[in-house]
């Protein structure tokens, strides 16, 4: 079974500065990956989805990840981060033979200090 | 009304009372899906309904019964629930049950079990 691993369980960054969550996923062959975002009392918000192609995927409010099989990675960027960016984010991972089923990681909670 | 909507936002419920919470997605989507988010662990999936039928229960106890009257409707019927079972509840619809597609969110409704 497919199994995601989030290791930062908060990340604390000051405005302006860029960001990076990370993301580890096992799988043994090229997974769906897909970074949701979730604001306090809200539901989950997609960011980001990568099936194939470019490794490089860019995504809402100035997000990109790029997906690394040697790493078995799909972290999470941004340049530069606002204040609004301040929330729980998770990296989710999905396969064809498990059809519409996700396993999501336990989330980073990202803080921003102005 | 867009999106996935769920109501209640919030319900307080005491252990001996019969609530149900309800789902509703306005996407066309043909799969149905809850997950319960408890604090400090990762979404859980409870269940999957394609096409108004049950394919999938994670082991949930009896005292949540969920119910799919129809592609655009998911109930989740609450009995004799315990304090542990106090968490947000969510609900997501995808398009194609057959791949791990996008899921869509809604903003959840907060139980609380006294």
């Known amino acids: 079974a497919q199994s995601v691993t989030q290791p930062d369980i908060h990340i604390t960054v000051s405005e302006g500065a860029s960001l990076e969550l990370r993301c580890n996923y096992s799988y043994g062959a090229t997974p769906y990956l897909f970074w949701y975002v979730q604001s306090p009392g809200q539901g989950l918000q997609l960011l980001l989805k990568y099936f194939s192609g470019d490794t490089l995927v860019q995504g809402i409010k100035g997000f990109e990840a790029e997906f690394k099989r040697s790493q078995s990675s799909f972290n999470l960027r941004k340049p530069s981060v606002h204040w609004s960016d301040a929330a729980e984010y998770f990296c989710?991972?999905?396969?064809?033979?498990?059809?519409?089923?996700?396993?999501f990681g336990a989330g980073t909670i990202l803080r921003v200090k102005s | 009304e867009t999106g996935v909507t769920q109501t209640p936002r919030h319900l307080v419920m005491g252990m001996t009372n019969k609530k149900s919470l309800k789902c509703e997605q306005h996407l066309g989507h043909n799969a149905m899906y809850w997950y319960k988010q408890s604090a400090k662990k990762p979404l859980e999936l409870m269940f999957v309904y394609n096409f108004k039928e049950q394919t999938e229960n994670n082991s949930v106890p009896s005292r949540f019964s969920p119910e799919c009257p129809n592609s655009s409707h998911l109930f989740l019927h609450l009995h004799t629930l315990q304090p542990e079972d106090s968490a947000l509840y969510l609900c997501?619809?995808?398009?194609?049950?057959?791949?791990?597609?996008?899921?869509?969110f809604g903003p959840g409704t907060r139980l609380t079990v006294l």
């Open positions: 997501a619809s995808s398009q194609d049950p057959a791949s791990s597609g996008e899921q869509f």
């Open positions: 989710a991972v999905g396969a064809p033979e498990y059809g519409n089923k996700l396993v």
